[in-house]
């Protein structure tokens, strides 16, 4: 496999391109500090996998990777980095990286996990296949997760009380009411009060 890399630590960059070339079955073609230098000097029709930062100078590591799949369909993103908050994991998803690595993994780990890339893997990180997989299970968490007083909470929402009522039911100031909703929403994955009720409904945490 040919690689493009892009870090803009110099050190880090130098280190890992030398990691990687004592691969037999890796090459790597285009070392770059940043995204600009990548897209402009890059060869990129004898490349197959891009490895690219996220935090880069100038152009972000996942807008190089979106312009990447948009000019270069045939080469496979992957990015490589700590950055493990969601919203960075799902918008380099997005963009269009095939993988997800984080540098505190081992060169090992690194190295298969460019080997099952271009098996036609998607490899990610334990820690970011997990983040991935509660996107898709985020009611059985929350279902786990959830309060008694925050259950109680969620079931007045769902039957349309006010923050008000819901506070002089429960005994609660609104303030304590309104810090219930907002844990709910983040345990729930959720993005307003339907959004809410809906995902509760298909944990089986309220009846429809």
Known sequence: MNLCLVEDNAALLKSLAERLALEPDIQVLSTNGSAE?????????EVSILLADIDLPGMSGIELI???????PAVIPMAFTICEDRATVFAALKAGAYGYMLKGDSPQMLVESLRELARGGSPMSPSIARQVIREFHPVAEAEEGLTPREQDVLRLVAAGSLYKEIAESLSLSTHTVHTHIKHIYGKLHAHGRSDAIEKAREAGLLRS
């Not at 230098?37 to 029709?45: D, G, I, K, R, S």
């Not at 979106?66 to 270069?72: A, E, I, K, P, S």
């Open 66 to 72: 979106r312009q990447v799949r948009d000019l270069h």
């Open 37 to 45: 230098e990548a897209l402009a000097q890059c060869p990129w029709n």
